[in-house]
């Protein structure tokens, strides 16, 4: 009975998410005040429906319900509570059920919050959130509900893939979908915009905070993602250019040159087209993003393995948002206004350049990710694109970005900005330049490392000044986005810096160990001290005890698991985290030898300050979210809620 219920109240949020559209376009058009109503109470009772649905299907999960095919395919009796929970987002089905949730729930603070001094955008940003909604409930109702019936009812279940059964991924899917469904709300006040004919400084206005918190979100949900490949998979890295890490890359580029482009649009009218083109570029981003994952077309640890039928599904929803949105904004985007104008060496201009290094650098990506998907569709098989292209193609504009990033902030809206002063303060973000390039040579960095930790150095140096110059700001709101943009400038600082570090990891060391044998590398003696048991409540494991020996003497405790029900083996790496990088070991399978002693594959590698890239994620998501309460604000200080 509850997974009836369950269907009856997705397809409650689908119709009402029809009324949504409806009275919300009437409300826009005629003022009506009852369709008002009627559109926010839908958005409500939408969000309502949605929330209690993924609720029941929490439900089935903790009931180990089987009959239900979702469940069963995703779940075992023998998992733990935890992850029975976090299974319900596991899969394709329930993870699209979230994603409607958070779209629904995009819909109803639109209703709630948002353009309360402009009635008429905010309606029309509404009903066209309620399509939005309509095309994934719609999905979800007809082509991948969570809540289908089995008819041999399974008396265990499969369990979730078990790779996915860590705490990292089970909080990964909703941040991540939190950036991406945020953008909506993005889409839908550009088009809503486009359609009313408002100036570009009104859309900027308002798509601005929608913006900025989804790409904080999105922002945390990456780096979750990026740690958690780091220690679970065993693999010894924190970025490969996966085909789905690059479908959360792209949107996340996107949305931060829509916020850039943003504030100059609202400060000054200039990039009113190009902000509200972002706007429709970064939620169908998303979109794509969701199809790559979902449609089958790619290989990947991360990708829900499904039928191209339901993908065509998603490619749908994608091109009907990139196709309606772009001819929209083709046949409206006159109407946005063209600015003030700006000059060469303004504030707008090198957040112009700005912006056109971030589309390039996506641009990149995007090409890399969907040409071996374009070639094996014309029947070429075997095409693969790896890092050394994205590597080559993005490091360049990347590096060009961090050159840039420390000026803007010291020049002015509009008027020619170069000055004496600037020329001198620059000068000085040499040396910390030459300074953190010399590390970089000293550390065995490669020419185009060495080159991108000078260019840190000086961006570093930049944020501190800026830090410094704006320090007497006046009132909280412009304090807060002050240290907003020092902390996420100075976030991407430390991932470039990490990144650079990581480069110069030595290469994984793989050796067959038995019992009171060692490995040695630079600064490290390690000894297997021995092997037992240390089996999980669902799986079986092997678990080593590895003496490490650098002047101290600690211990390390990688597993080998088994898990039955999934018929599947993995590897628990540990690691011993210090301020000069992490010593990583994991475990692989035992090997008899000819003298009938058993010898375990360890491998072994060092990779240098990591620590720099998590500090940087976290100074990022800082920023975003100090940003954020500086706009806000400053918004109801001027009594505007948005």
């Known amino acids: 009975m509850i997974a009836e219920i369950g269907r009856f109240l997705v397809a409650l949020a689908f119709a009402l998410s029809i009324l949504q559209l409806l009275s919300g376009w009437r409300a826009a058009s005629t003022g009506s005040a009852p369709a008002m109503r009627i559109a926010a109470r839908s958005a409500y009772g939408a969000l309502a429906a949605a929330v209690i649905a993924f609720g029941l299907l929490i439900i089935l999960f903790l009931q180990s319900d089987f009959s239900v095919a979702y469940v069963a395919g995703h779940s075992h009796v023998d998992k733990p509570l935890f992850y029975k929970i976090a299974a319900a987002w596991g899969g394709h089905e329930g993870s699209m059920l979230l994603w409607c949730v958070m779209l629904v729930g995009v819909g109803a603070a639109l209703a709630r919050f948002a353009l309360r001094q402009d009635e008429q955008l905010k309606n029309r940003a509404v009903s066209i959130q309620g399509g939005l909604q309509i095309l994934f409930l719609g999905f979800l109702a007809f082509a991948s509900n969570p809540f289908d019936r089995l008819l041999d009812v399974p008396v265990q279940g499969a369990d979730l893939n078990p790779i996915l059964q860590d705490p990292a991924l089970a909080i990964h899917p909703p941040t991540l979908y939190i950036g991406y469904v945020g953008l909506s709300a993005a889409f839908s006040l550009a088009v809503a915009g486009l359609i009313e004919g408002r100036g570009g400084r009104a859309i900027a206005a308002a798509l601005r905070p929608w913006s900025l918190f989804a790409w904080t979100a999105l922002t945390a949900g990456i780096a979750l993602g990026a740690w958690w490949a780091y220690y679970e998979l065993g693999w010894g890295g924190w970025w490969f250019w996966d085909p789905v890490e690059n479908a959360s890359f792209m949107p996340w580029l996107v949305a931060a040159a829509l916020i850039h482009s943003a504030i100059a649009t609202e400060k000054s009218g200039n990039f009113a087209g190009w902000t509200a083109f972002l706007a429709i570029m970064a939620f169908t981003m998303s979109t794509m993003g969701a199809f790559l994952v979902r449609s089958g077309v790619l290989t990947s640890v991360h990708a829900f393995a499904l039928d191209p039928e339901r993908g065509l599904w998603i490619l749908g929803i994608m091109t009907i948002l990139a196709g309606g949105g772009l001819t929209l904004f083709a046949f409206r985007s006159g109407r946005l206004g063209h600015g003030d104008g700006f000059a060469l060496t303004s504030r707008e201009a090198f957040i112009g350049v700005n912006n056109l290094l971030l589309a390039a650098v996506a641009g990149t990506v995007l090409f890399g990710t969907l040409y071996p998907l374009v070639m094996t569709a014309f029947g070429v098989s075997g095409v693969s694109v790896g890092a ?3 590597n080559a193609t993005a490091t360049p504009f990347l590096a060009a970005l961090l050159i840039l990033l420390p000026i803007a902030p010291f020049l002015p809206w509009k008027k020619d900005g170069f000055s004496r002063r600037l020329a001198v303060r620059s000068t000085l973000w040499i040396l910390p330049g030459v300074l953190a390039g010399l590390w970089a040579f000293l550390i065995e960095a490669s020419p185009v490392a060495i080159a991108a930790a000078a260019f840190a150095g000086w961006t570093l140096a930049g944020v501190v000044t800026d830090l410094w110059y704006h320090r007497v700001l006046q009132g909280a709101a412009a304090r807060f986005s002050l240290t907003g943009r020092v902390l996420a400038h100075a976030g991407v600082v430390a991932v470039a810096l990490g990144a650079v570090a990581d480069s110069t990891g030595r290469p994984e060391t793989v050796r067959a160990l038995a019992e009171g044998e060692q490995i040695e590398i630079p600064g490290f003696t390690l000894t297997l001290d021995g092997v037992r048991r240390a089996d999980g409540p669902n799986y079986l494991a092997d678990e080593a005890r590895i003496v490490v020996e650098n002047g101290r003497v600690s211990e ?11 018929d599947t083996t993995t590897r628990e790496v540990a690691i011993r985290s210090g301020l000069g990088g992490d010593l990583y070991v994991s475990l692989g399978e035992p090997r ?13 590698t060092f990779n240098p300050m990591v620590w720099l890239l998590g500090l940087g994620a976290i100074m990022i998501v800082l920023g975003g979210t100090s940003a954020s309460i500086g ?10 809620v948005s």
């Open 592 to 604: 008899a030898r000819d003298s009938g002693e058993i010898a375990y594959e360890v491998r072994v």
């Open 631 to 640: 706009r806000a604000m400053s918004r109801r200080q001027k009594g505007m």
């Open 556 to 566: 390390l405790l990688p597993q080998r698991r088994y898990y039955a029900a999934a």
């Open 388 to 390: 050394a292209y994205f």
